[in-house]
């Protein structure tokens, strides 16, 4: 299967700085990206969508200026937690999609994931 | 909106024995079913996927149904081991109105398995 790379794996930061996380489509290119978020012992909840070339869509009750997304690339999606507060530590996941045919749902495929800590 | 609940929250078995994990979803119309294991702290491992079409996937001691209708999944794993301990996490893939799927999915909150020795 394709392998999707997210950078960092662990960070820690203090309070009210700014931590960019990358999600890399490492041997195919991704039109689509979805940024999840998890809670200890929680699920999985999607944040966003993020479209090449175009702004992120967000689900509802995610601040956008909070989490920004910026989605250059084919092969590579950025969210960006903004004046990060101890209640922003989580653990943050993407998925990419990826285009095969027309038609075509498109096969997801997970990176390992990004645990942010923010003291 | 699609809400999908997962039965046991925990489940704690003996070294051997088979056991069934319970998903159920409150909207039928998906494009798909997937099941994923996580390790603690750990990303997500992709374990079966079920298309809408289908009624049940294998792979090794693996086996998951699919009852589209009833809004019902199950996972069955036999002769469970020591390694099977993980999160188990069933998720569904919306249908677009045109058939296809944009992508997204509903995790139902997991069901966290510990096979003791």
């Known amino acids: 299967g394709a392998v999707v790379s997210q950078h960092p794996s662990r960070v820690i930061c203090k309070s009210g700085t700014s931590v960019k996380i990358e999600c890399r489509s490492l041997d195919f290119q991704a039109t689509t990206m979805f940024w999840y978020r998890q809670f200890p012992k929680k699920s999985l909840m999607l944040m966003a969508t993020s479209n090449e070339g175009s702004k992120a869509t967000y689900e509802q009750g995610v601040e956008k200026d909070k989490f920004l997304i910026n989605h250059a690339s084919l092969t590579l999606s950025t969210l960006t937690v903004t004046s990060a507060h101890p209640e922003d530590s989580s653990f943050y996941i993407c998925?990419?999609?990826?285009?095969?045919?027309?038609?075509?749902?498109?096969?997801?495929?997970f990176g390992e994931g990004s645990r942010l800590t923010v003291l | 909106k699609q809400e999908v609940t997962q039965i046991p929250a925990a489940l704690s078995v003996p070294e051997g024995e088979n056991l069934v994990l319970n998903c159920s979803f409150t909207d039928s119309a998906i494009y798909n079913l997937q099941w994923f294991r996580q390790d603690p702290g750990k990303g997500l491992t992709s374990l079966l996927l079920?298309?809408?079409?289908?009624r049940e996937q294998t792979s090794g001691r693996l086996n998951a149904s699919l009852d589209k209708s009833s809004g019902r999944s199950t996972l069955y794993i036999a002769a469970s081991q020591p390694g099977d301990s993980a999160t188990y996490l069933c998720?569904?893939?919306?249908?677009?109105?045109?058939?296809?799927?944009?992508?997204?999915?509903?995790f139902g909150q997991g069901t966290i398995l510990t096979v003791h020795p």
């Open positions: 998720a569904v893939r919306q249908v677009n109105a045109g058939g296809t799927s944009y992508g997204k999915l509903t």
């Open positions: 998925s990419a999609r990826v285009w095969r045919d027309r038609g075509s749902a498109g096969e997801l495929f």
């Open positions: 079920i298309q809408s079409s289908q």
